[in-house]
């Protein structure tokens, strides 16, 4: 299978730059899977899992947002906040969804709302994706 470059990055340092097979991606406008070949593409990333597999080998990011770009045979992910499946703090992610469950009782119906929700939402659905990846 033909390969390509992935580069993931966040704010405080390069987590990962290999040759992959595929890259698997939480999009803001639904998850996508990036090959070799793909067309250029930029897409704007939302909170979720980021999957990368070479082989039979597969490595899993947490990202809180970002963006992506593929072009030229090579992916580069700009992460707001990434890190290791292996090394993200799932007690900390319970502790923020409480936070915003919180702040939402207040809330007056609005656009803002609407995006505060969304955003419990991918926090809610990393804590599940999490808990099934460690359930085995």
Request: aromatic share 6%; charged share 25%.
């Amino acid at each position: 299978m033909a390969t390509f470059q992935l580069s993931l990055t966040s704010p405080e340092k390069l987590l990962f730059e290999e040759q992959v097979d595929q890259v698997d991606l939480p999009g803001a406008e639904g998850d996508l899977g990036v090959l070799a070949g793909h067309a250029p593409i930029v897409a704007l990333l939302r909170p979720g899992l980021v999957t990368a597999s070479s082989g039979a080998e597969r490595e899993t990011f947490v990202v809180l947002g970002g963006i992506a770009e593929f072009s030229n045979e090579k992916l580069t992910i700009l992460a707001e906040f990434a890190s290791h499946i292996a090394e993200f703090d799932v007690a900390e992610l319970q502790a923020r969804i409480a936070e915003m469950e919180e702040g939402l009782a207040g809330m007056p119906v609005s656009e803002e709302l609407d995006r505060a929700v969304a955003r419990l939402d991918h926090f809610k659905s990393i804590e599940a994706s999490l808990a099934a990846a460690t359930a085995f």
